[in-house]
């Protein structure tokens, strides 16, 4: 009964360089959103997607950060030219197919950590 | 636009003791609300849910949180802390019935139980 799975769980990375981050839903989950936590921040949301569509990229960077959530596979947050304040764990969650109250809970997984030298 | 307030960073007690963890929220309409747990470097654990009804909430571990909606509040509580339960602990929103909407979430409020 797999929960959320990501991965890596920690990565390292010089500025300039790319990180991707790959995260596979609860099965049955639909949907999925990434978070960024940072120490003095909490936890701030980023992106909502379901397969192949992104819903709520709000709190996405304009430059630099994108995401997908593919028909097949996981879903990735990529991050280009990652510079030293990329540095956090960034989480994600699914939720099932969403009621229609949108009452449901979200469903975490460990985590990713990038560090950025 | 909605948001959480979590007005401690951090709450210490003594084990044994009832403890509550404080959330304001902010947010048109009638809200739904969540409380997370977090223990260090793990993802964050669902512990209880306000979606409507009662609004004494009980959830996981023994916690429960009540809704006010003339305070706009919903506090977590248990009333006896554990030392296994210092963690960080989250406060979240949702606007109820809003297509494509994320969980907000507050800053967090690390508990601290000692022994």
């Known amino acids: 009964n797999a929960g959320v799975m990501q991965n890596p769980r920690h990565l390292v990375r010089r500025r300039g360089q790319e990180a991707r981050l790959r995260c596979s839903p609860m099965?049955?989950?639909?949907?999925v959103y990434w978070y960024r936590q940072l120490p003095e921040e909490g936890l701030k949301f980023m992106v909502y997607?379901?397969?192949?569509?992104?819903?709520?990229e709000s709190g996405m960077p304009k430059e630099r950060f994108s995401a997908e959530f593919p028909k097949e596979g996981p879903s990735i947050l990529r991050i280009q030219q990652v510079v030293r304040g990329d540095s956090a764990a960034y989480f994600c969650?699914?939720?099932?197919?969403?009621?229609?109250?949108?009452?449901?809970?979200?469903?975490f997984g460990e985590g990713s950590r990038l560090t950025v030298l | 636009a909605q948001s959480v307030a979590q007005p401690e960073d951090q709450v210490n007690v003594a084990e044994g003791n009832p403890l509550t963890v404080k959330c304001t929220y902010s947010v048109s309409g009638n809200p739904y609300l969540f409380w997370y747990v977090q223990y260090p470097n793990r993802g964050l654990q669902f512990l209880l849910k306000y979606i409507t009804g009662d609004n004494l909430v009980k959830g996981s571990y023994g916690f429960e949180a009540e809704f006010n909606k003339s305070q706009t509040s919903f506090h977590l509580k248990k009333p006896s802390a554990l030392v296994s339960d210092s963690a960080l602990y989250f406060c979240?929103?949702?606007?109820?019935?809003?297509?494509?909407?994320?969980?907000?979430f507050g800053k967090g409020t690390t508990l601290s139980v000692s022994s």
């Open positions: 979240a929103v949702r606007a109820p019935n809003q297509a494509g909407t994320a969980l907000i």
């Open positions: 969650a699914s939720s099932p197919i969403r009621d229609r109250g949108n009452t449901g809970e979200l469903f």
């Open positions: 099965k049955g989950h639909s949907h």
């Open positions: 997607l379901q397969k192949e569509n992104i819903i709520d």
